[in-house]
Every structure is written in C-alpha cells, then in structure tokens.
C-alpha cells in the first residue's frame, strides 16, 4: 500500500480518522510501549459495525476542540461517524505520531484519488471488509 500526505488525504486525519483491523492492535501498542488492553482504553473507541450492530471494530478516538466526542475505550454513539474530529494520534502539526505504524484504513485509503486498497472506494464493500475483519472478536 502506498502513502500520501497530500491536503486530501491529511483532511481524513482531521475528520475521520481510519479504523483498525485486528492485527494492528498489537504493532500500534507495541510502538507506543502499551498493552493492547491499555491501548484500546486510551486511545480507541468501539464503533458498531452496519450490517451487525453487536460486532465492533476499532478506531483512533476523534477530538473536537478539545474534547472527545466519544471517550477511549467506550462504544461510540450512533452520531460519532457523521461527526467530524481530530484524529488522537495527530499532532499539533497535523503530523501523526504513529505513521509507521498506521491503522490499516490510513494505509488503505487514498483520499485524493478516492480509492481503498487500489480500488474505486465503495462505502458497502469497505464496511464490509471491515465486518468481515472483526466479526470474531468479542470486547
């Protein structure tokens, strides 16, 4: 996968941080020296996936201002997709502190040639590649 820190795709770190898939859980807490536990408490929320309301996936927790709009560790409400906020792992310079390390979404997706992973980006095939990465995990 490539990278891109063009305005376009940066502007989906400050609205929309990407989402996790399983295997990111133990690289990011490692690169941060947390437990994959401490990781999810401190800096992700659980979002209820469409087509299953009862399987969650993981994302970096989003900041508005200067609050959450849904706190670490916590299910995210119906409203937190449509509400834009900062990704928690972006800095004060919009850089992000654990770029090599990135969720997978940031990784996948393109946002100025609108693609995830290389392909035209279609909202029900992304949200179900997602369902199908974390609908064998229980939190």
Known sequence: MSSCDCLECVS??????GRLIPEDLPVIANFLNLTVE????????????KQNEEVLSLA????????????PGTIAPSYYTKEKGRCIFLDETDLCTIHSVKPFECSAYMGCKHTFLGKPYKDKQVEDFFFNKWKKYKF
């Open 12 to 17: 989906a770190c400050k609205n929309d941080p």
């Open 38 to 49: 401490e990781l999810i408490i401190s800096h992700l929320v659980k979002i209820p996936c």
């Open 60 to 71: 970096p927790a989003k900041i508005k201002g200067k609050r959450f709009i849904a706190r």
